[in-house]
């Protein structure tokens, strides 16, 4: 009895010990919940500020992006790719780079445009540029004999009727008597238009004249005592005489001024043979106190040898002048026979001249600044080859030749003739001159009838990044690139028809990445991959997303 009434004595202090310990709980609980919710809105946090940072890398690539699309539709597509410039924003450094960039015809457009008549085109065209004159033309003759004339990037211009077939590259030149006025020199066998200084029966070289941009009239014929089949070349120091050789060595000098009647100036025979002028002439100018003469280098070739000749045109010297004359001064060995042709590196002396030959060899002359010519080099590339060289003041390395093959494989060369960069054999078969966009970008017309557009890939390595169809015969007019109002365009002829190629977008891949050290970019850098056209026909702004991806660390 005695413990109960302790018991209930000690009621209100049980009581407040059981209040104190709901309290307890409480607060425990309150601080479970305060915890747990602090932890949701820390998390929710955390997660917050890695969206927005995620946000704003994606602006930063994205921005990068979109500045380099307009840094390229601003940017003409005969200028090539522009640099791409860092980007700088929401506190982050974007750098993008190409994966690749090349020009292109735009998705949905014709990739070949039929242009001139329906013969065939078995020579190559002459890009002319005079820009003195104001010309920029392409000028193709056919198998019909009918001369062929575009602005370039045009599809139609004018056609003059010469009959025969034509033979050689087309040469233009300013006319030296009225400066107003562009020559044409046209290689023709057997002509039927009637004009003075040759008949259906002879081969000769048309001179037809007026005023750039316009149809020239023809003027009159020079002959040749063979069919000419290397491109005729203006004089330097006397500019109203054009030189041409023809297919036996023969070497002219005529009057190639309109007002001069085509009349013969000096012809110098043969001296190798029945070795015909296959390339040249090369043309350079040399003055000596009062006497200047032009200085005439041609390669001559049979299947047995091949010789680099070189001229001297002038007025003989002496109390009695006795008129021009055309007079050989040495001739120069080079190491095959069936030479195919030549290009030159420029106008000036020193001047390399870069040679082919159908064995599949190819060599280099220098000929020195006092007209001597240096002992060739060269190599042999292991192919047969059908056509000249081309010489490209490319950037990167300064020179490289371009060289085709019948194994269907595309050779750059550096001066001293070592590979830069091979397109792999086992292609169809390149038979005609190669050409190069000035920017990196070859293009090349095949035996299949397409024509290609290569890029190197690597160091020494070269892929076919698109190709222009569908085939409608082999090419045997090589293709002539160069910039036009569309962008870049193409011309190359078939043994069916002339075709016009415009390279009005690029195809493009870019990469951009968020960098603390730009340009550098680690591989765990934020990035945006991009795959774009950018341009379109009359549209060089329009840009068409293909495809892209972000990745983020």
Request: proline letters at 8%; aromatic letters at 6%.
């Amino acid at each position: 009895m005695k413990a109960v009434s302790t018991l209930l004595r000690d009621r209100k202090r049980s009581q407040r010990g059981s209040v104190l310990s709901g309290v307890l709980i409480i607060t425990a609980f309150l601080a479970i919940i305060s915890g747990a919710l602090m932890t949701e809105l820390s998390g929710n946090f955390l997660l917050s500020r890695t969206l927005m940072t995620r946000v704003a890398n994606e602006a930063t690539l994205n921005s990068s992006i979109e500045k380099a699309m307009n840094q390229l539709g601003s940017t003409t597509i005969g200028a090539g790719c522009p640099s791409l410039a860092t980007l700088n924003v929401n506190g982050r450094t974007a750098v993008p780079s190409y994966v690749s960039c090349w020009p292109t015809v735009r998705r949905g457009e014709p990739q070949l445009t039929p242009v001139g008549g329906s013969g065939r085109f078995n020579v190559d065209a002459t890009h002319a540029v005079i820009p003195a004159s104001g010309l920029n033309e392409y000028i193709v003759g056919d198998s019909g004999g009918t001369l062929h004339e575009y602005p370039f990037g045009g599809a139609s211009g004018w056609t003059v009727a010469l009959g025969g077939t034509i033979s050689a590259p087309a040469t233009a030149l300013v006319d030296a008597s009225d400066p107003t006025d562009v020559s044409i020199l046209a290689s023709v066998n057997h002509p039927t238009a009637a004009a003075s200084g040759c008949d259906s029966t002879q081969p000769c070289v048309a001179l037809l004249s007026g005023p750039p941009g316009r149809k020239p009239g023809l003027v009159c014929y020079m002959p040749a005592n063979n069919p000419v089949v290397s491109a005729p070349a203006a004089g330097r120091n006397f500019p109203g005489v054009a030189y041409f050789g023809d297919s036996v060595g023969d070497l002219f000098a005529y009057a190639s001024t309109e007002s001069g009647g085509c009349d013969l100036q000096a012809t110098a025979p043969s001296t190798d043979g029945d070795d015909g002028v296959v390339a040249g002439p090369a043309v350079f100018p040399q003055t000596i106190k009062k006497t200047s003469t032009d200085e005439v280098y041609v390669v001559v070739s049979d299947s047995i040898a091949s010789h680099l000749v070189h001229y001297s045109y002038g007025i003989q010297g002496g109390g009695n002048k006795s008129g021009p004359a055309l007079t050989e001064v040495s001739s120069l060995q080079l190491p095959a026979p069936s030479a195919q042709g030549m290009a030159v590196d420029g106008t000036t002396l020193p001047a390399r001249l870069a040679i082919t030959f159908a064995v599949g060899g190819d060599a280099m002359v220098q000929i020195q600044a006092n007209f001597s010519m240096s002992p060739p080099i060269s190599s042999n590339l292991g192919t047969a080859i059908s056509d000249p060289p081309t010489w490209c003041h490319c950037p990167g390395p300064a020179d490289v030749i371009g060289v085709g093959g019948q194994n269907g494989a595309l050779y750059l060369l550096d001066p001293s003739l070592n590979r830069l960069a091979t397109l792999s054999a086992g292609g169809p078969p390149i038979s005609t001159t190669p050409q190069s966009d000035g920017l990196g970008d070859w293009f090349f017309g095949a035996d299949d009838g397409n024509l290609y557009e290569a890029q190197q890939n690597g160091q020494a390595a070269m892929a076919v990044i698109t190709q222009f169809g569908p085939p409608n015969g082999a090419v045997s007019s090589g293709p002539q690139v160069g910039a036009c109002p569309a962008g870049l365009c193409a011309y190359v002829g078939s043994g069916t028809t002339n075709y016009l190629v415009q390279l009005d977008a690029r195809d493009v891949v870019i990469s951009a990445c968020l960098s603390t050290a730009p340009p550098a970019c680690s591989g765990e850098n934020p990035r945006l991959w991009a795959s774009i056209e950018v341009g379109q026909a009359g549209s060089p702004s329009t840009a068409h997303v293909q495809a892209w991806s972000y990745y983020s660390p």
